[in-house]
């Protein structure tokens, strides 16, 4: 019984590991990002005055003085 339970044990590390080197080897889109920092997939932000919907990409070029 013990010897199973370490092949289980073995199996669920092999996944793991196998899984987090796919993910940060060939990141899915929605995990991907702009030179900026900006994930491709990330809502529109609200503008405090207006409320008018703005781009996030457009917020950080603004407050980087681009």
């Given at each position: 019984?013990?010897?199973?339970?370490?092949?289980y044990i073995?199996a669920i590390?092999?996944?793991?590991c196998?899984s987090?080197?796919y993910?940060?080897?060939l990141?899915?889109d929605?995990?991907?990002?702009?030179?900026d920092g900006?994930?491709?997939f990330?809502?529109?932000?609200i503008?405090?005055?207006?409320?008018?919907?703005?781009?996030?990409?457009?917020?950080?070029?603004?407050f980087?003085?681009?």
């Amino acid at each position: 019984m013990l010897n199973l339970t370490r092949y289980y044990i073995y199996a669920i590390c092999l996944v793991c590991c196998a899984s987090l080197l796919y993910i940060y080897g060939l990141p899915p889109d929605s995990l991907r990002q702009t030179r900026d920092g900006v994930p491709f997939f990330t809502p529109p932000v609200i503008h405090p005055e207006t409320g008018e919907p703005l781009d996030l990409g457009e917020l950080v070029r603004h407050f980087k003085g681009e």
